[in-house]
């Protein structure tokens, strides 16, 4: 995601920068279901409908994260640098500001708790904060700091995002060897075993835990090494490479994307049906490296490089959202739950309450990254990348 965020305005294209808005603007609107997916607040209120809504946005947002993967593969892939140069530039620009900003989000409940807040609060922000995060406590802060070499904490879950991406780009350098010397054919039979991956979540759900060599004691299964997001990785720079025509886009695209999409939210539907569902149940189906994801995220891709920029005006706040996107991506958690509060007091039609809520923290977030862009100057790169 960072490379799909941040790159110099010279190299920009102009088709890839609108796959970066729409990856963008998507991202906060799938974070704009989530206090409607996990409601926690007034038990008189239509449940029934914000479920229903959550469940409509959640399903046909996934194709936000796989999009960001996708231009990170369709820029760097194959890798230009030698593998030093390449780390240092890559990985030191998403390290800070994922470093800053987790400690930010980390102490946050405890400053509630400094200004006197109520506990609820928290909820506003995180519908998913446990109890730890109520108590308002310097220890639990201080605990989630420590747990940042490990892992994310519950108040700051979409920066789970940048283990993945430190991962993606410490294995690049060694993909982009083979994809410097890989054919057409060869590429491709890669994205065929790595789309026989997609099935594993479902395999392992409904037929059997352990597949094709997976056991307790090993879970490195036969296909295990074409598995992930790897897989975005080389479909962005495939398609980068084979378009298709406008028609058949649409003929054979968006039918793939109905499909995708009626997977995801009939399966994420059932599984919240069920009595005491798991965390796992419960992102089966919203699982990123799916089938059914990719049949959305496909279309739209091949959609975004048939858009034509000519307006300089636009074109210019495109190449501002690639600056600014990194440090969009870090803050924007911060809005979208109390967007979603104030669409909700304005009594907005349950319906358009997410994306109305997207576009407020969206536009918020990015108005504040220029902002402190313009007021850190060249230590902006510790802040917002």
């Not at 993967?69 to 800070?96: C, D, H, N, Q």
């Amino acid at each position: 995601m960072k490379e799909a965020l941040i790159s110099k305005p010279s190299k920009h294209i102009v088709w890839l920068d609108v796959v970066r808005l729409v990856a963008m603007f998507t991202v906060v609107c799938c974070h704009s279901a989530d206090p409607f997916n996990f409601y926690a607040g007034d038990p008189t209120a239509d449940i029934a409908s914000i479920k229903y809504w959550g469940a409509v946005y959640g399903s046909l947002l996934r194709p936000c994260v796989p999009l960001f993967v996708m231009i990170t593969g369709a820029l760097l892939l194959p890798v230009k640098e030698e593998s030093g140069p390449f780390y240092k530039k890559r990985i030191s620009r998403v390290f800070w500001p994922f470093l800053v900003w987790s400690v930010i989000y980390s102490l946050f409940p405890w400053l509630t708790g400094l200004l006197g807040l109520d506990p609820s609060v928290i909820l506003t922000f995180f519908p998913y904060a446990g109890e730890d995060a109520l108590r308002q406590s310097l220890t639990v802060s201080l605990g989630f700091i420590g747990q940042i070499p490990v892992n994310f904490s519950i108040v700051d879950v979409h920066m789970w995002y940048i283990y993945l991406l430190i991962g993606l780009y410490l294995y690049m350098p060694i993909f982009s060897a083979w994809i410097e010397k890989a054919s057409e054919r060869a590429k491709l039979c890669f994205l065929i075993g790595w789309g026989v991956t997609l099935f594993v979540p479902y395999l392992r759900a409904f037929v059997n835990e352990y597949i094709w060599g997976a056991c307790a004691w090993n879970e490195f299964y036969m296909l295990y090494y074409f598995a992930g997001f790897n897989g975005y990785l080389l479909l962005g720079h495939y398609l980068r490479h084979h378009d298709w025509s406008l028609p058949k886009i649409l003929v054979a695209g968006i039918p793939m994307f109905i499909i995708g999409f009626g997977i995801t939210f009939a399966g994420f539907r059932h599984m919240t049906s069920l009595p005491d569902f798991t965390d796992e149940q419960l992102e089966l189906f919203f699982y990123y490296c799916s089938p059914n994801v990719v049949m959305m995220t496909i279309p739209i891709f091949l959609l975004c490089k048939k858009v034509t920029v000519r307006s300089e005006r636009i074109q210019k706040a495109l190449a501002n959202l690639t600056v600014c996107g990194f440090g969009v991506y870090m803050i924007h958690y911060f809005f979208v739950g109390p967007s979603v509060a104030l669409m909700r007091m304005a009594e907005v039609p349950i319906c358009l309450q997410i994306p109305a809520a997207a576009v407020i923290a969206f536009l918020v977030s990015w108005g504040l990254v220029i902002l402190i862009r313009r007021l850190t100057g060249k230590t902006a790169k510790y802040w917002v990348g």
